[in-house]
Nanobody, 120 residues
Framework: QVQLVESGGGLVQAGGSLRLSCVAS????????MGWYRQAPGKERDVVAS???????KYADSVKGRFTISRDNAKNTVYLQMNSLKPEDTAVYYC??????????????WGQGTQVTVSS
């Protein structure tokens, strides 16, 4: 079994910062791409940022220059540093990881989500 557990969400004023963390645990051989998604009320879940095992990153246009994704492979952890937060960043943020649990197969796992609320 594999679990992803997020932490670090909360309520912050516009212009403020938060740092999200996501730890993967369980029967893990290796972790490929890790990423953060978000879903606002009434909207679809969209990708925010992703990072490969080698450290290559991608960002949604709406967060470029404000958010930074990073990972610690030794700790099976991915982070999302969010600066200059805006009310439109308000959403539930989900961690996603592509994890190899056997020598053959990789599976996509999701965390339970953490709420981020930005007040104006």
């Amino acid at each position: 079994q594999v679990q992803l557990v997020e932490s670090g969400g909360g309520l912050v004023q516009a212009g403020g910062s938060l740092r999200l963390s996501c730890v993967a645990s369980g029967s893990i051989l290796s972790i490929n791409t890790m990423g953060w998604y978000r879903q606002a009320p009434g909207k679809e879940r969209d990708v925010v940022a992703s990072i490969t095992s080698g450290g290559t990153t991608k960002y949604a246009d709406s967060v470029k220059g404000r958010f930074t994704i990073s990972r610690d492979n030794a700790k099976n952890t991915v982070y999302l540093q969010m600066n200059s937060l805006k009310p439109e960043d308000t959403a539930v943020y989900y961690c996603r990881a592509l994890i190899r649990t056997t020598s053959i197969f990789e599976y996509v796992y999701w965390g339970q989500g953490t709420q981020v609320t930005v007040s104006s």
